[in-house]
Every structure is written in C-alpha cells, then in structure tokens.
C-alpha cells in the first residue's frame, strides 16, 4: 500500500512505475512514453512519464 501511495506523489513515473500505474506490460508502456504524446520525458538514455501530464493526457482521451 505504502509502494502506490509513493508512486502517486512522484513527478516523473519510470517504465515499471507506469506498468504499475496504468495496468499494461513495459512493451506498451515503453511505446506510449516514447510516442508523441506530450507526457514522455528523455533523460539520458532512460524514458519516464510526467506524472500530471499522462493524467491529463488520460483525461482527454477516455472521454
């Protein structure tokens, strides 16, 4: 309980974090960070997903 309360106050969400958050495997996950979304975010070599905008992303487009 304590892991997915710690998930939802962080900013940047890792590959296995959004797994976690959104209920799909790494290979979606990593297709969705990657696309042309507005949520993903490059650092290095590593991709992770801005929290607040995946949730507004999520809002807009399961209406």
Partial sequence: MEIM???MDKRLLT???LCK???IGQTKARE???GNNGFGVQI???WYANKKK??????????
């Avoid at 995946?54 to 209406?63: I, M, R, V, Y």
């Fill in 5 to 7: 309360k710690e998930q």
């Fill in 44 to 46: 290095g070599n590593r």
């Fill in 21 to 23: 958050y959104l209920g």
């Fill in 32 to 34: 969705l960070v990657r």
């Fill in 15 to 17: 590959i296995k974090d």
């Fill in 54 to 63: 995946l949730d507004e992303w999520l809002d807009k487009n399961t209406n």
